[in-house]
């Protein structure tokens, strides 16, 4: 532990941290454009120049590491002007277009030309000028704004581990580019616009939208996939205009997929904005919220409660599920469900359907078994950090699913899922590289559990983790990796069928049989609806999706950006979801919906307020109680030791952009989507 | 100079490396150790564009980066940095000059000049007739006998104006004269002959 001293003060900083980062701790601040803490050290913006003790000249602070007995001087004048030069030379050839630039407000170059430049330049020379560079739908480039700092070439090589981004040229002439302009194919891409320091890369969909100090900042929790991000949403007036990352080291670091980030375009498109009830002739037309109401309520009140049924979505929220599990409860109904893509996973024990080694501790697994899925696309940010252990430590990772690229090497042991009983017995290579290390790590995927041998698949993969001791005190190498946001909060509150309940299956079957009466789809699109010819179909949603086409009534909710809610990602951490905006039109928070529809049925729900429906749900669920923070959970024996089919497995979600009502919506989302079919059409005509 | 014009405009559909070269590669890889087979990068891009008439289309970059387990973009990186690979296709005759202060001041200009004058082009052209073309570099590293005039992989030294369009001349026939001083000298003494160790007899002379 190095101890230096800077501006007088002398602090002890980590073995291995560079003269910046002990500034930091020192209080210093440092400017900078090239270094950035999850990235390599450049060390070419030399921005950072502070005097040592000794030295000839200014040194790169960022690129020296910190050593003992070190005097570091960050406010003398010669620092001072080496900033001034620095910037000055920076400024060369940077246009000064602020006023036109997306980057204007929140430019790291603007700062610190601000705080670190000359007032006047001296440089009365032409700029030089670069072309724009295709980088895809989402990335709008300025090359001409380029500083070269390299923060999107090593961002693309090392962390979204699709090293298709470089630097070509020489001095003068370098510009940074794709191979031959080709997309930048990455789930992660859109990261390297919040890493430019200038205006170089900016949002594409978001070019000369808004301003960032017009927008209203709400933190909150994403929904587009089931690792609850951190996300900052940025609003003006009635529209979101975009989303940025937020710093959560456990999570997502400060890194979003690019579908968190551009989906929500698809929030001002196919919106459901007022009551909808089908006419005798078939045909839906806006209504009054009383009248859907008075319908609901006639038709359930006839109904037996045997043939209610509901199913939830993969992006509700904890309090919607709670009510409309409440209500059904009030109603004598068990069949619920909130598995709609038949997942084979209960809910009665806590540690068989979580990601029980958490996001954070995949740092340390040494050897990784993935099962039925493509992390690369199921949980984009959480493949990130699988790689960075790849990198680190060369750890063993072995595939059973289809082939995938997931930006890291891995052994693919096929798409047989039989090969798990090779590797209980321990006879595979695999199962001795898993009993050798002492982190081991499985991930099942819904690629595995939605099978039919869900059951037996969950149960044999919970052997192998006892048989490779997985799991330990301080260590639970056993995951499941959920797609749908919704879907742990739904099996914490036991929005699963209960005694003599049907499944989302069993649902879908007395449906089409005529024995399922009335359906209350919660914001389900990804079910078969057809099976819901001759039932009641309830839609409560957001937007004109698959079930909203089958409703009979339209109850028109709110998005995930709009309401305050709680959802559980599935490491099976509580987060709270903000409000940004308002729903559109008539539409309404969705837990206040089955409230009002509780009291047309004289089964009037016992709370008024969304804070009272949460007291009641943790007094239900006391796991949601706890906010942000992973609870322990108890590890018992679960699955059963079934017959294996034979089928090939598959990953759950056969591409990345287009998965759910909002991104299916998205303009942006359906480009990247287009985009990539188009590469893969032409690499095949090849 | 975005890619389209740093770039051949028609690029070859296919590229493969020839027998000789795949036993030059395999060479040039050996030289480092396994796992570090990148470093033989610029052996092989220096490889196919031997083989390729002098310049490296984009097939050949994929080829080398697929080769040496690279992506392919660090491989145009190296490519797009260096002067001595062509991403364009170059005349027969492809004529580097130096214009570093010592062959400056030794009469460069006269070269280019020379050129200009016989063949109508500049720096980074390639002229009408196809089979010549001119890039003006930085230093050569042959300053003892500047100023220097580089055709594919030979100098010509102590060039002048004269010389310099003789050698055009020569080679606008496709003759290529003997390369080196183009003024007799031996080693690197002085133009007015040696000065200095006289007393040393003449052992045996370079021969060219």
Redesign the interface.
């Known amino acids: 532990m190095p101890k230096l001293t800077v501006d007088g003060i002398e602090v002890e900083v980590e073995d291995g941290a560079t003269v910046l980062q002990a500034c930091e701790e020192a209080g210093a601040e440092i400017p900078r454009f090239c270094f950035h803490e999850r990235l390599s050290i450049a060390g070419n913006c030399r921005m950072c120049l502070v005097d040592m003790e000794r030295a000839p000249k200014p040194i790169a602070s960022c690129a020296m590491p910190a050593g003992d007995g070190m005097v570091i001087d960050t406010k003398s004048e010669r620092v001072k002007k080496a900033r001034e030069g620095v910037m000055e030379f920076l400024l060369v050839n940077h246009p000064l277009d602020c006023p036109i630039c997306d980057q204007g407000g929140e430019c790291d170059l603007q700062d610190q030309a601000m705080g670190y430049g000359h007032d006047a330049s001296r440089y009365s020379e032409n700029k030089r000028a670069?072309?724009e560079?295709h980088m895809g739908p989402l990335i709008k480039t300025v090359m001409t704004r380029c500083i070269h700092c390299t923060r999107c070439v090593r961002f693309s090589?090392e962390v979204a581990g699709t090293?298709?981004?470089?630097?070509?040229?020489?001095g003068e002439?370098v510009?940074i580019?794709?191979?031959?302009?080709q997309n930048l194919a990455s789930e992660l891409s859109a990261n390297v616009i919040d890493l430019c320091p200038v205006g170089a890369l900016t949002s594409r969909p978001y070019a000369f939208v808004a301003r960032p100090w017009e927008l209203n900042k709400v933190e909150s929790i994403d929904v587009m996939d089931a690792m609850g991000s951190n996300i900052r949403i940025d609003a003006r007036g009635s529209q979101v205009m975009r989303v940025l990352p937020r710093l959560n080291e456990d999570i997502n670091e400060e890194w979003i997929s690019d579908k968190t980030r551009y989906a929500i375009d698809g929030l001002r498109r196919q919106r459901l904005d007022t009551p909808y009830l089908r006419g005798k002739d078939g045909r839906l037309r806006p209504v009054s919220w009383d009248r859907a109401f008075a319908a609901i309520a006639t038709k359930m009140k006839k109904t037996k409660s045997a043939e209610l049924a509901a199913i939830a979505g993969d992006q509700i929220d904890a309090e919607a599920m709670f009510a409309l599990k409440s209500l059904f409860d009030k109603l004598g109904s068990s069949n619920i469900d909130c598995r709609q893509d038949g997942a084979k996973l209960t809910a009665k024990l806590r540690a068989s359907y979580l990601f029980n080694t958490t996001i954070a501790g995949i740092d340390e697994a040494d050897a990784i078994l993935i099962v039925g899925s493509n992390p690369r696309i199921e949980a984009a940010v959480m493949n990130a950090r699988i790689r960075r252990n790849f990198l680190n430590n060369r750890t063993p990772i072995a595939l059973i699913g289809p082939e995938a690229d997931l930006t890291y090497p891995v052994t693919h042991l096929g798409a047989d899922i039989s090969v798990l009983k090779q590797l209980v017995s321990g006879k595979h290579k695999f199962a001795k590289i898993l009993k050798k290390a002492k982190r081991p790590m499985i991930i099942l995927g819904m690629g595995a559990l939605r099978r039919a041998d869900g059951q037996s698949i969950l149960g044999i993969a919970r052997e192998i983790a006892d048989k490779t001791d997985m799991v330990t005190d301080s260590w639970n190498g056993f995951n499941v990796l959920h797609t749908a946001a919704a879907r742990v909060a739904g099996l914490d509150m036991g929005f699963v069928p209960g005694k003599g309940g049907k499944d989302v299956a069993g649902i879908l079957k007395a449906a089409a049989k005529g024995e399922m009466k009335l359906v209350w789809l919660l914001g389900a699109d990804e079910i078969d609806t057809s099976a819901f010819a001759n039932s009641f179909v309830i839609y409560q949603g957001h937007h004109g999706d698959a079930g909203a086409a089958a409703a009979d009534v339209i109850l028109p909710g709110a998005a995930y950006t709009e309401k305050d809610g709680l959802y559980v990602n599935f490491e099976g951490r509580v987060q709270m979801g903000r409000r940004a905006t308002f729903p559109p039109g008539e539409a309404k928070e969705d837990w206040a919906i089955i409230r009002a529809v509780s009291e047309h049925l004289n089964k009037t729900l016992p709370f008024d307020s969304a804070a009272a429906l949460r007291d009641e749900l943790i007094t239900a669920v006391p796991s949601f109680a706890v906010l942000d923070e992973v609870l322990p959970s108890k590890w018992a024996k679960f699955g059963r030791i079934g017959k294996l089919s034979d089928e090939p497995v598959t990953s759950s979600l056969s591409q990345f952009h287009m998965t759910c009502a909002i991104s299916r919506s998205s303009e942006t989302m359906a480009a990247c989507h287009q985009s990539i079919q188009a590469a893969s059409s032409s690499l095949a005509a090849e | 100079m975005s890619i389209s014009t740093l770039i051949a405009e028609n690029q070859p559909e296919t590229f493969s490396f020839t027998s000789e070269s795949e036993a030059e590669i395999k060479q040039q890889i050996a030289k480092y150790p396994a796992g570090r087979q990148a470093s033989a990068v610029k052996s092989l891009l220096y490889i196919a564009q031997k083989q390729n008439d002098n310049w490296i289309p984009m097939r050949a970059v994929e080829a080398v980066a697929e080769r040496l387990e690279m992506p392919v973009m660090r491989v145009l990186e190296v490519a797009s940095f260096y002067s001595m690979f062509n991403l364009k296709p170059v005349g027969k005759w492809y004529l580097q000059v130096c214009g570093t202060t010592p062959c400056m001041l030794r009469g460069a200009d006269d070269i280019s000049r020379c050129i200009k004058d016989k063949l109508k082009i500049a720096s980074g052209e390639t002229s009408a007739c196809g089979k010549f073309s001119l890039l003006e570099v930085e230093c050569l590293g042959a300053c003892v006998n500047a100023p220097i005039l580089q055709v594919n992989d030979d100098f010509y030294e102590d060039m002048d104006y004269q010389a310099t369009a003789r050698l055009l001349d020569e080679l606008a026939v496709d003759n290529k004269p003997e390369f080196g001083s183009v003024i007799g000298r031996q080693g690197s003494e002085s133009e007015d002959g040696a000065t200095t160790l006289k007393a040393v007899k003449k052992t045996a002379s370079r021969s060219k």
Do not use: D, F, H, Q
């Open positions: 670069v072309s560079k090589t090293p298709n981004l470089g630097a070509i040229g020489r002439n510009e580019t794709t191979y031959l302009e």
